[in-house]
């Protein structure tokens, strides 16, 4: 074992390779998602760059990276800190009773079309520190093209800006190798753009809430709606920040991405046709034996000791549960009263909780819970969550039952993902208010084995699954770089 990882190491010395990540730090769970990326890469050896320019100032003083000690910020100008309030100030409220189609979500569209432009603007003000970065003589760029592609005729021209701060950046830096990532499981877009088939009759797109099983309607809609707006829209191209300032194509430069890294897992997603461009290395930021060595404390514990069966109820933390219509509260309070033999932790960001769960005493209200290590530990019966791609991945991976209750973007298509392979049960938003079916829907989770065992069945295939996610983008990455 050990002259293997000597091996290992001489190895990686003599083929170590220059890597820059670059994340626009705006979101949670993109930037989890992407130091994964870059501290993969940092303990295979390499010289890792983390490039996270400030948008959302909160998240700045939280350390993403572990092992990657090189992150470079970049500070933001008044108007992107604007920008970055207005995104997380955002209107999201709206989500816990209507639905986020694409006329719902254009505020906030505008809000990140503008945030990146006002990106782009900074960097080109601040080519100092790009000058500092080119010096670094980067191998190959790693970064986030996001996007949300059912609201396609409104976002494509966001994801053409997204793209084009990268090409534009890629072009003043001179890295030749690139590979276009995504936080999220599947972008049409993205897959179009490097010539995969993205079969829209079958397959859904990210923020799709149609699933595999598609009716003859859906299957229409998701079909023609990216040609559609494709065709309406084009791409707007973007000018390079060095003189003379010349137009980038994207559509000339993103077919020769070297590899596309997704964050979906081929034993957890749907099926469907892909190149071998596409790696999927979803599940890369689940690192299951620190995850199972998380122990709860003793308060925790004494809660958990406190009935027979447990259930965590959470909505994350961009919607929260303080929020929500008093109605719902009332429907998921007096339903949880009916289980007497249960405990019902549920995170909710007030006090005000006598409004609707007065004398309820098997409720424990909590503005902030252990997630991770309440779900590794065996008392903890059954998780009711919004389905957001981190908690999916971390359901999948423990093995837990899972209440999927997705409120608005790529949750619709995260909850469909999940509950068909049987271990998890999906539950509309919209009945939220009503008692009786969430009951129902707690019953079954909690008291019909199957979701327990095919939930563990799943968890046992991820475990074993040939090839780790971690592995597999390490390896494509040396391979790009090469
Ligand atoms: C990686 O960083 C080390 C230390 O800064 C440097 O000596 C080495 O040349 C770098 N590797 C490459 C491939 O540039
Ligand atoms: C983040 O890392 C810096 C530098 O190592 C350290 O000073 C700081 O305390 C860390 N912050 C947190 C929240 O851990
Ligand atoms: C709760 O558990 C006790 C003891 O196991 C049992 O007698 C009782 O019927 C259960 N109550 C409900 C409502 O399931
Ligand atoms: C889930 O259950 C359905 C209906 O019983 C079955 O057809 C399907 O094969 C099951 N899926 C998995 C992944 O076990």
Known sequence: MRSLLVLFFLFSATN????????????????KFFATIADSLTDAGHNVTFFTPTIVQKYRNVNYTKTTRDVVHMEPSDKLIEYGNQMESGD????????SSATEIIPVIEIFYNMYNEQANVMKNNLELLDDLKRRNFDVIIFESYVFSAYRKFLSRLFSIVINIFSALMD???????????SVTHDVSLAKSIGEPTMAS?????????????????RA???????????MLGYPKYRSFKPP??????????PRASFVFLNSNPFVDFPRP???KTIEIGGISVDISELRSQKVDEKWSSVLNLRPKTLLLSFGSVLFSKDMPLENKKAIASAMKTFKNVTFIWKYEEDNTDEFAKDVENIQFVKWVPQTALLADSRLSAFFTHAGLGSINEVSYLGKPAILCPLFADQMRNAK???RHNGSIEFSKYDLSDSKKIAEVFRNILFDHKYQENSEMLAEQLENQPIKPKELMVKHAEFAAR
């Open 274 to 276: 892909t190149l071998t």
């Open 16 to 31: 170590c390779y220059n890597f820059l990540v670059f994340c626009p730090l705006f979101g949670h769970s993109h930037t």
């Open 417 to 419: 993902m999940l509950a």
């Open 172 to 182: 003043y830096l001179n890295i030749k190798t690139f590979i276009p990532s995504l």
């Open 92 to 99: 999201f409220v709206r989500f816990w009773t209507e639905d």
């Open 202 to 218: 079958v397959v859904s797109d990210v923020c799709s809430p149609f699933g595999d099983k598609l009716n003859i309607i859906e």
């Open 221 to 231: 809609f998701n079909a023609f709606s990216a040609p559609y707006i494709d065709f």
């Open 245 to 254: 300032h010349n137009f980038i194509d994207i559509r000339v430069i993103e």
